[in-house]
C-alpha cells in the first residue's frame, strides 16, 4: 500500500490551476475582473489563436506596487479581504487571491505595471510558478499582462481545448457579459488584430445593448425597476417579440457580478410566462444589488454560482419587477408584410433595347454601353420630373375642388380624412420638399405605441367593428386606421383563464360530484404535497379523501372542471406545485395551475361561431389586465396599420 506523502508545491499550484484555469476565457475573466477592482475606466483584451498562444489584458487602474509584485503570485495573497469576517461583506470581484499563482503555474506571464506614484514601472516575468526577471522599465499608469502559451507545460489540459476559433467565441462572449455589467467602463475587444467588441464606458446601459446586439433588440425594450429595502433591480426588458430558443440572452447581474443562478432564472421566465410560447426564453438584462449578508458568492473557484439565504424574497422581487415592467405598455404585435421584387427586374429585356442608333436614345439598361446609359439618366429624369409636376399642378386644383365641396356636404371631422387622402402622385418626389417631408418620413417599426388611439382601451369597445371570418378561426376588427386580427381560441383561453382566477378569489363556484371517482396513485413526495395543499383544494371544490394506501380518490371537482377533469391533468397539476421555490403572491399559485387547466376547455380553431359570440368574446378580452397572450404565451391579437396596407396596394410610394 502506498504512503501518504505531501505534495511538492509545483504540483499543487498545476492542480489549483485546474480548478480555476479552464480554458483561455477563465484566464480572461480572472484578470479582466482583478482591473475592474483596481478602478480601471478602459480595459483592452486581445488576443491570438483563441488565446491559447497569446493574450494581452491592459487597464488603466491603479496598478501594482514593486514591493507588492512578488507576493501578488503567491497562493491566496490578495488585496481584497484581510478576514473571514470580510467575506460577509465582499465589494469586489475577486477575494481568494488565486487567480495570478494559477495561471502563472500553467502559461508563461509577464506583467508591466506602475502605480501613479511611481517614475517607472516594474517588469516581472514567471513561467510554470518560476521567477525569471524582476526590473524596472517604462510604463504607463496601470496594469498590463501578457500570457503566451497557456497549458504549455500540461499538454493533458492543453489537448482538451477546443478549436482557437471556439475558444475565441468564449472570450468574447465573456466580454459581452463584462461589457453589460459594467457600462461606465470602456472594454475593447481584439481577437487577431481585428476589434469585435468596443464600448464607449458613458454609462449607458441601452448604450452597450444597441452596441452588441444591435437596432432590433435595442428598439424592443421596456425598462425594469424596482426597489426595495435591501434589494433593488434595474436594467431592461426584451417585448415578447424578441424571444430566444436559449438562455444566453438572460443577462443578469448581482453585486456587479455575473453568475449564474436557478432562482433568478425561474423568477424572469415565471413572470415571462404568459408573453412566450413553451421552449423560448426572453431577453433581459438585469443589474441586481443586494446587501452582500444575504449573498455567498464563495460557492466555486470561478465564483460563477451564488446562493442566498433569502431565496424566496430574492425570487418575488425579481418577479414583481419583470411583472410590472411586461405590463406597462400594450404589447401587441405590429405586422408589415416585406416589399415585393418589382416585376421589371425579373423581366426580359427586349434584345432590340441593346442596339443603338444615332436617332434613337440608348436604353438605360443596355450593359455593352454603360457611358451613353448614364448621359440618358437625367434627360429620363428631366422629363420624369416635368409630367409629374404637370400632374401634381393638376392634381392639387382638383384636390381644392372636393375640398371646397367637402366642406359643404361633409361633417367637419372628415375634412382631415379627406386630406388624407391624396393620390400617389401628391406623395412622391419632390417638387415642394416641405411637403415631401411631411407625407413621406419613414415610421419605424414599433408596437402598439405606433399607433395614436388604442384598442385596448373601454371607449374603444363602444367603436370597433368585426369585418368577418377567415379560416373559420382568425377574426378581422377594425378600429381608427388600423385593421386587428384576434385568434379566437388564444383569446378564449385568455378569458377563460381570467375568469376561472376571479371566480376562485372571490369564491363564486360550485362543486360537481363525479361518479365514479378519479382515483390517484401517489408516491411519498406527491402525496406530501397533496397533503399540503389539502386545504387550497378543499377551499376551492375538490373533495379528495383517502383511498388505501399511497391512494386518493377524486369525488368532486370545480364545475369549470367538470368536463375535462381527468387524472393526467391531476398528477400534471401536482407535478407542478413540486418546485421548491414558489411565487408566494397572491392569487394562490394553485389556483393559477387549475385556471390554466380550465383553458382546455376553450374553442378551438375550425369553429364557426356566430358575430354575436365573437362581439362578446372580444368584448371581454378587451376588459382583460393581460390581452396580448394567452396563458400558454401565444398572441391573442396583432394589427397592421391602413397605411401598411396602402403601401402594399401603391396608393403610397
Known amino acids: 500500500m502506498s504512503k501518504i506523502q505531501v505534495l511538492d508545491p509545483i504540483t499543487i499550484d498545476k492542480i489549483a490551476a485546474g480548478e480555476v484555469i479552464e480554458r483561455p476565457a477563465s484566464v480572461v475573466k480572472e484578470l479582466v475582473e482583478n482591473a475592474i477592482d483596481a478602478g480601471a475606466t478602459a480595459v483592452v483584451v486581445e488576443i491570438k489563436d483563441g488565446g491559447i498562444s497569446f493574450m494581452r489584458i491592459t487597464d488603466n487602474g491603479c496598478g501594482i506596487d514593486r514591493e507588492d509584485v512578488r507576493s501578488a503570485f503567491l497562493r491566496h495573497s490578495t488585496s481584497k479581504i484581510r478576514s473571514v469576517d470580510d467575506l460577509l461583506h465582499i465589494g469586489s470581484l475577486g477575494f481568494r487571491g488565486e487567480a495570478l499563482s494559477s495561471i502563472s503555474a500553467v502559461a508563461q506571464v509577464e506583467l508591466i505595471t506602475k502605480t501613479k506614484d511611481q517614475t517607472f514601472g516594474t517588469l516581472y516575468r514567471i513561467a510554470g510558478g518560476k521567477e525569471e526577471t524582476l526590473e524596472d522599465t517604462g510604463a504607463p499608469d496601470g496594469t498590463t499582462f501578457i500570457i503566451r502559451q497557456l497549458f504549455y507545460n500540461t499538454p493533458a489540459r492543453r489537448k482538451f481545448l477546443k478549436t482557437p476559433m471556439t475558444e475565441a467565441s468564449h472570450v468574447g462572449d465573456l466580454m459581452t457579459r463584462l461589457a453589460l455589467s459594467h457600462p461606465h467602463i470602456s472594454f475593447q475587444f481584439i481577437n487577431n488584430g481585428q476589434s469585435k467588441l468596443h464600448t464607449s464606458g458613458n454609462g449607458k446601459l441601452k448604450d452597450v445593448i444597441y452596441h452588441i446586439y444591435g437596432r432590433e433588440i ?5 425598462q425594469a425597476e424596482y426597489d426595495t429595502p435591501g434589494l433593488k433591480i434595474t436594467g431592461f426588458l426584451g417585448k415578447p417579440i424578441i424571444s430566444r430558443g436559449n438562455r444566453n440572452f438572460e443577462n443578469y447581474y448581482v453585486n456587479g457580478r455575473y453568475a449564474r443562478n436557478s432562482i433568478i432564472s425561474r423568477a424572469i421566465e415565471d413572470a415571462y410566462k404568459d408573453f412566450t410560447m413553451q421552449h423560448k426564453y426572453p431577453f433581459v438584462v438585469l443589474h441586481i444589488e443586494i446587501d452582500g449578508e444575504h449573498v455567498d458568492v464563495n460557492v466555486h473557484p470561478t465564483k460563477m454560482e451564488l446562493r442566498f439565504n433569502n431565496q424566496q424574497e430574492v425570487y418575488n422581487a425579481i418577479y414583481s419587477a419583470v411583472d410590472q415592467g411586461l405590463h406597462e405598455k400594450e404589447l401587441i404585435p405590429h405586422v408589415e408584410m416585406p416589399e415585393p421584387k418589382p416585376a421589371v427586374q425579373s423581366t426580359p429585356e427586349p434584345k432590340t433595347v441593346v442596339r443603338s442608333t444615332p436617332e434613337s436614345k440608348p436604353a438605360v439598361r443596355s450593359a455593352p454601353e454603360p457611358k451613353t ?22 392634381a392639387e386644383h382638383e384636390e381644392k375642388k372636393k375640398k371646397e365641396e367637402a366642406v359643404t356636404k361633409q361633417p367637419v371631422n372628415t375634412i382631415q ?3 388624407e387622402e391624396k393620390t400617389p402622385y401628391m406623395q412622391n418626389t419632390a417638387v415642394r420638399p416641405q411637403i415631401s417631408t411631411q407625407t413621406t418620413a419613414p415610421e419605424p417599426p414599433k408596437q402598439m405605441e405606433l399607433f395614436e388611439d388604442h384598442l385596448l382601451t373601454r371607449e374603444a369597445m363602444q367603436k370597433y367593428k368585426v369585418v368577418g371570418q377567415v379560416f373559420e378561426t382568425y377574426w378581422l376588427v377594425e378600429y381608427d386606421n388600423s385593421l386587428y386580427i384576434i385568434d ?11 375568469k376561472t382566477l376571479k371566480s376562485m378569489q372571490t369564491r363564486e363556484f360550485t362543486s360537481q360530484m363525479i361518479s365514479p371517482p378519479i382515483v390517484l396513485n401517489l408516491s411519498m413526495r406527491e402525496a406530501e404535497l397533496l397533503n399540503t395543499y389539502m386545504d387550497r383544494f378543499t377551499r376551492i371544490g375538490f373533495e379528495i379523501e383517502e383511498f388505501g394506501q399511497d391512494s386518493y380518490a377524486v369525488r368532486a371537482v370545480p364545475d369549470n372542471l367538470f368536463s375535462i377533469a381527468k387524472k393526467e391533468l391531476l398528477i400534471q397539476m401536482l407535478d407542478s406545485l413540486s418546485d421548491e421555490i414558489a411565487r408566494n403572491q397572491s392569487p394562490d ?4 395551475k387549475i385556471a390554466s387547466i380550465s383553458c382546455k376547455a376553450a374553442v378551438k380553431g375550425n369553429m364557426k361561431l356566430s358575430v354575436q359570440e365573437v362581439d362578446a368574446l372580444i368584448g371581454e378580452l378587451l376588459s382583460l389586465d393581460n390581452p396580448y397572450h394567452c396563458p400558454h404565451g401565444r398572441p391573442t391579437i396583432i394589427a397592421m396599420t391602413k397605411r401598411e396596407l396602402e403601401k402594399k396596394f401603391k396608393r403610397i410610394v
Open 218 to 222: 435595442a428598439s424592443n425594450l421596456l
Open 373 to 394: 446609359a448614364v448621359q440618358s439618366a437625367p434627360e429620363h429624369n428631366l422629363e420624369y420630373f416635368m409630367s409629374k409636376m404637370k400632374e401634381r399642378v393638376l
Open 417 to 419: 380624412t379627406i386630406a
Open 488 to 498: 379566437q381560441h388564444a383569446a378564449h383561453e385568455r378569458v377563460l383563464y381570467e
Open 589 to 592: 399559485l394553485i389556483d393559477e
